[in-house]
């Protein structure tokens, strides 16, 4: 396991699929930094250089990842909830957001939506 800006890579992945463990990215971008250091597709994390993990740790350390990003996605949230949107109240109300049905299917967006909110108001 390599462990990069606090996150345990698994050594034995491809570079690109390794990297969707970082929280923020996904496929694509991972695929992107890849090419963008001039990594082969098919090279594994256990047989980068030293170099380039640490041209990937400056590259990484860019990017919004990990806890800034989640970070930076509740304060959206609770922007949305605090201006009296519609999408905040949804959320507030664990509800789906984007205009899916309720009638039938929402189980999955009530456990989801609001999850933060209500571990904030338990500890307060």
Do not use: W
């Not at 571990?119 to 307060?124: E, K, P």
């Amino acid at each position: 396991m390599l462990y990069l800006l606090g996150i345990n890579l698994p050594d034995d992945k491809l570079v690109r699929i390794a990297l969707k463990s970082i929280y923020g990215v996904g496929i694509r971008t991972g695929e992107s930094i890849c090419h963008r250091l001039s990594i082969h597709p098919q090279c594994r994390l256990k047989d980068l250089p030293e170099a380039k993990i640490t041209q990937l740790s400056q590259l990484l350390n860019t990017m919004t990842i990990e806890s800034e990003l989640r970070r930076q996605t509740e304060t959206n949230i609770k922007a949305l909830v605090d201006m009296g949107t519609y999408r905040g109240a949804r959320h507030k109300a664990g509800f789906p957001v984007r205009g899916q049905r309720t009638r039938s299917n929402g189980n999955s967006a009530s456990k989801l939506n609001g999850r933060f909110l209500r571990a904030r108001q338990f500890s307060t």
